[in-house]
C-alpha cells in the first residue's frame, strides 16, 4: 500500500503556502483511490522525549473525518507528531466522509469490522451514531469523540466550550461596533445549523454582542461550514444588507469565506469593517497578522488538544483507564496577543509547555460521562 501524507507537518506562514497544502491535499486523495489514507509518521521533534507506553506497535487507530477543513488538517497533523513521539509503532489512518454523515458512519463502521484498536471520529449526533460507538465499545475497541457534540457511550468525549467562545467573540464585535460605530451597527452570522452544538456557538456570538452592545442588530444569518459555503453566504448577505459593518462566523473556513466576499465588494478597512471567527487556524491567524478586516478567531489551542487526545488514546489502548470527558476552553486571539498565541502552540510537546496540559484554563477534565443530544 501507498503511505501519503495528509497534511505536512509544519505550520506555513502564509496564503500561498495554504493554497498550495490544499492542491496537495487534493492531489494526495485523488491518487490514493481509497477513502482509507494511511498517515506517515514523520519527525518528531527534537525537544520530545519517547516515553514507554507499553506493546503498541502494530496497533491501528482510525480517524472518521467528516470533511477536509484547515483546522482538522492541523489536529490530525499534531496527532501524527504525537503518536510518532510516544508511540512510533502505531499506524494512523484517516477516513474522509467527503461531507457526507452517511459515509462517515460507514467509515467508522469499517474500522470496527477490520479490527482497529482506536476510533477518533468527530460525527454529528445520531442515533446511528451511538449505535456504532456502543459496537465499538462492546468489541474492546477504544472509542474517542471529538464531535462538536458528544456521543453516548465513548471511551472519551473531548468537547468545546462552544456558548463561551461565541460569546467572547460577540462581545470583540461588540467592543469594536462601540469604538468604531458609535455603539451602532448591522452584524451577518454564518451558523451551523447540522449540530446543534455548532448552533450554540452561534448563538453565543449574538449574546455576547447583544450583552455588549444592545444597539447592534443581527438583520442575517446564514448556513455555512465551508470557504465556498461562506464565501456565498457572506456575498449574499452583503448585498442584501450592504449597510453590514461586521460578519461574524461559527469557524475559521467560512470566516475565510467572508474575508473573501467582503474584500470582493470593497470592505477593507478594518475601522469601517470586521470580521471574527472561532477556530484558531493558522490561514485566519495570517489574516489577522495582516491588520486589515480580519481581526479576532477563538483558538481552540487544538494542537494541546489534539496532543492530549493521542496520549489518552495510546493509554486506554495499553489498557489504562483515562477520563470520560475532557473540555477544551482556549483563547481570543486578535492582533496584539497573537505572537504569545503562535508562540504557546507552536510546540505542545516541549517541556517548558507541559503545564498547559494541567491549566484549567486549556483543558478540563471530568468524571462525569456525557451523552448525545439524541439520547
Known amino acids: 500500500m501507498t503511505l501519503h501524507h495528509p497534511d505536512s507537518p509544519l505550520h506555513h506562514s502564509n496564503g500561498l503556502r495554504h493554497m498550495r497544502r490544499r492542491a496537495f491535499l487534493n492531489r494526495t486523495a485523488a491518487a490514493a483511490g481509497s477513502l482509507l489514507v494511511p498517515m506517515l509518521h514523520g519527525c518528531s521533534r527534537s525537544s520530545a522525549t519517547k516515553a514507554d507506553l507499553g506493546p503498541l506497535a502494530g496497533k491501528r487507530i482510525g480517524i472518521a473525518s ?131 452544538l455548532l448552533e450554540l456557538r452561534a448563538q453565543g456570538m449574538k449574546d455576547g454582542l447583544a450583552e455588549g452592545c444592545p444597539d447592534a442588530k443581527v438583520v442575517a444569518e ?35 469565506g467572508c474575508f473573501t466576499a467582503a474584500t470582493e465588494a470593497g470592505k477593507t478597512n478594518p475601522d469601517e469593517f470586521l470580521i471574527a471567527s472561532c477556530d484558531g487556524t493558522e490561514m485566519v491567524l495570517d489574516k489577522i497578522a495582516e491588520g486589515g478586516v480580519y481581526q479576532a ?30 473540555k477544551q476552553i482556549g483563547r481570543l486571539v486578535t492582533r496584539d496577543n497573537l505572537a504569545a498565541i503562535r508562540r504557546m502552540c507552536e510546540n505542545p510537546q516541549a517541556p517548558e509547555n507541559q503545564a498547559y496540559f494541567a491549566d484549567s484554563a486549556v483543558m478540563v477534565y471530568s468524571d462525569t460521562a456525557l451523552a448525545s443530544p439524541e439520547a
Not at 509503532?89 to 477516513?95: L, M, P
Not at 493509554?315 to 477520563?323: D, F, N, V
Request: glycine content about 10%; aromatic content about 6%.
Open 66 to 196: 467528516p470533511h477536509k477543513v484547515e483546522i482538522l488538517n492541523d489536529l490530525y497533523a499534531e496527532m501524527r507528531r504525537e503518536a510518532e513521539r510516544l508511540a512510533p509503532g502505531v499506524e494512523v489512518v484517516i477516513a474522509d466522509g467527503e461531507n457526507d454523515p452517511m459515509k462517515q458512519l460507514h467509515d467508522m463502521e469499517s474500522f470496527i469490522a477490520q479490527g482497529y484498536d482506536a476510533v477518533f471520529f468527530l460525527a454529528p449526533p445520531s442515533a446511528g451514531l451511538d449505535k456504532i460507538v456502543a459496537r465499538g465499545v462492546a468489541a474492546g475497541i477504544v472509542m474517542v469523540s471529538h464531535g462538536a457534540s458528544p456521543a453516548t457511550g465513548a471511551t472519551q468525549n473531548i468537547v468545546l466550550d462552544q456558548h463561551e467562545s461565541g460569546r467572547q467573540v460577540g462581545l470583540f464585535a461588540a467592543k469594536w461596533i462601540n469604538e468604531n460605530r458609535g455603539g451602532a451597527g448591522e452584524v451577518g452570522v454564518l451558523g451551523n445549523s447540522a449540530d446543534p
Open 222 to 256: 446564514v448556513h455555512g461550514h465551508s470557504i465556498e459555503l461562506g464565501a456565498s453566504g457572506a456575498a449574499n448577505m452583503l448585498q442584501a444588507h450592504p449597510g453590514l459593518c461586521a460578519l461574524l462566523s461559527h469557524a475559521d473556513d467560512p470566516g475565510f
Open 297 to 326: 478567531t477563538w483558538s481552540y489551542l487544538f494542537p494541546y488538544s489534539a496532543a492530549a487526545a493521542m496520549r489518552d488514546m495510546l493509554r486506554a489502548m495499553r489498557g489504562e483507564s483515562i477520563k470520560p470527558t475532557r
